[in-house]
Nanobody
């Protein structure tokens, strides 16, 4: 069993940056693939990024490529999402998720955090 807690959300102006963290508790997190997702008001949840268990591989959705970077520190059981050049369209609740699979991409994932709100103003 893995528990995930996101943090780092908040309000930022367009063009700014924000770093989200996903802290995990429970055994075996270091072997889990971790994904980031977001859900804007009135829209379905969408895949944002994923990172392999060792951080050696990443995958990004087209809207965030070149602006967002996923990384992880397995010694701290934490995964990060660095978000740069933020746009109002990036406004959403951001979730991290984990699964025991080497596959990246949108899912399915077994464990989910509660989400953290990111609001980008123009």
């Amino acid at each position: 069993q893995v528990q995930l807690i996101e943090s780092g959300g908040g309000s930022v102006q367009a063009g700014g940056s924000r770093r989200l963290s996903c802290a995990a508790s429970g055994r075996g997190f270091s072997v889990y693939t971790v994904g980031w997702f977001r859900q804007a008001p009135g829209k379905e949840r969408e895949f944002v990024a994923a990172i392999s268990w060792d951080g050696g591989r990443t995958d990004y959705a087209d809207p965030v490529k070149g602006r967002f970077t996923a990384s992880r520190d397995n010694a701290k059981n934490t995964v990060y999402l660095q978000m740069n050049s933020l746009k109002p369209d990036d406004t959403a609740v951001y979730y991290c998720a984990a699964r025991r699979s080497s596959l990246l991409g949108p899912g399915p994932y077994d464990y989910w955090g509660q989400g953290t709100q990111v609001t980008v103003s123009s």
